[in-house]
């Protein structure tokens, strides 16, 4: 297949405990620098669809861009739900990575629960990381707290629990019950334009993904915390927030820019948690200059510059 003049391909690439994951690997394999996407929970590899487009107008096959669906998403593999766990998939990374041979600059990608992914996979054994990234791009996320701000702190209730054993035996009926108490959440926090948004995103998500694969990650989003691994982070790292996020405040991204050495805080006050969407040219531009600083300058961005003086 092909994106403009640039080829990919749909792999797959099976993990060590045997799950399949749906892959698109575009560019060349032997690309001066890899970008790789990391999505969010109950979305899919897709969701990076607006990044793939522009990447490849400003670098074409100077890079090579992978994107895959987590486990129990879009055309990936279901698991047990005992595997549905930000540690787990940041070990799939790390299988892809190795499976696909990636080599040279690397720079992650991650949205919201993908970003966190990045995060566990650098606060792996170096041992257990196949590639060291150049670069670390963190869209809309945070390094853990997730249940102390935003409606996040929906998790800290007890009912949680309660929620994911009633979700296998039941999924339609445990919908309805998590409906309402989220909506309701909603109504006492934000705006009404606000909460019209945050409704239809819930409604989507329970679309896209099966109840289990939602529910089945919320005790380990609860627990999640690699707060220890971020002073020891090396790769270059640029944090993107919105203004309007309700789910990962902005005050996570200024928790990780005041511990990550070096790192970079891009701040967009009226966008939301959907950031890959709401500011989609934003996002990748944060990426290219990602990508810049390992070979080179981004050549639409100097055409550009060139043009002006």
Known sequence: MTTGST?????????????????RDQGPIDAEATVVLLHGLCLEQGSWAGQIRQLTWRWGSRIRIISYDHRGHGRSDTAPT???????LAADLADVLAALDVTGPLTLVGHSMGGMVALSYLGRPPADRPVEPHGVVLVATAAGRLAERGVARLLASP???????????????????LTKPVRAAMALQVGDHARATLSSLFETAMAAASLTTAVGFLPGLRSYDQFSTL?????????????????????????????I???????IPTAGHMLPHDASEEVADAISRMIATGIGADPVATEQFANAA
């Open 82 to 88: 005992s595997t549905y766990v930000v540690e787990q």
């Open 261 to 267: 050495p070096g790192a970079t805080h891009v701040h």
């Open 7 to 23: 080829a990919y391909t749909e792999r797959t690439v099976t993990v060590r405990d045997g799950v399949r994951l749906a892959v």
């Open 231 to 259: 002073a020891a982070i090396r790769a270059r790292t640029t944090i993107i927030s919105g203004g309007a996020d309700l789910l990962t405040p902005p005050s996570h991204s200024r928790d990780m820019a005041d511990a």
């Open 159 to 177: 009912a949680t629990d309660v929620l994911c054993k009633f979700a296998t035996r039941a999924p339609q009926r445990a919908v309805r019950v």
